[in-house]
């Protein structure tokens, strides 16, 4: 079992940064592969980012890449999403998700997640 929870999100005008930060506990934090996904009212929930479990190999939504960081720590068990030059259709509830290791490679797919954390909101003003 793996409790993962996020934090760092809020309102921003548009351009501006935020960080958001996914800690998890439970088993072997490092035996995961993280991904962040994104889900606005009405929508399907969207793939952002993905972090191998070294953090060596990451993958990136076309809508973001240049623009967002994913990172990981697996000594303090926390994966990052930096997020610069934000824009009004980055707006939505971000959810961190945890894959186990070699269940495949299609990182957008939310069925390989085992494990959600509860979202955190960014908002994002034009």
């Known amino acids: 079992q793996v409790q993962l929870v996020e934090s760092g999100g809020g309102l921003v005008q548009a351009g501006g940064s935020l960080r958001l930060s996914c800690a998890a506990s439970?088993?072997?934090?490092?035996?995961?592969?993280i991904a962040w996904f994104r889900q606005d009212p009405g929508k399907e929930r969207e793939f952002v980012a993905h972090i191998s479990w070294s953090g060596g190999s990451t993958y990136y939504a076309g809508s973001v890449e240049g623009r967002f960081t994913i990172s990981r720590d697996n000594a303090k068990n926390t994966v990052y999403l930096k997020m610069n030059s934000l824009k009004p259709e980055d707006t939505a509830v971000y959810y961190c998700a945890a894959k186990p290791l070699f269940r495949g490679s299609d990182y957008s797919n939310t069925a390989l997640y085992d494990y959600w954390g509860q979202g955190t909101q960014v908002s994002v003003s034009s």
């Open positions: 439970g088993r072997a934090f490092s035996a995961y592969e």
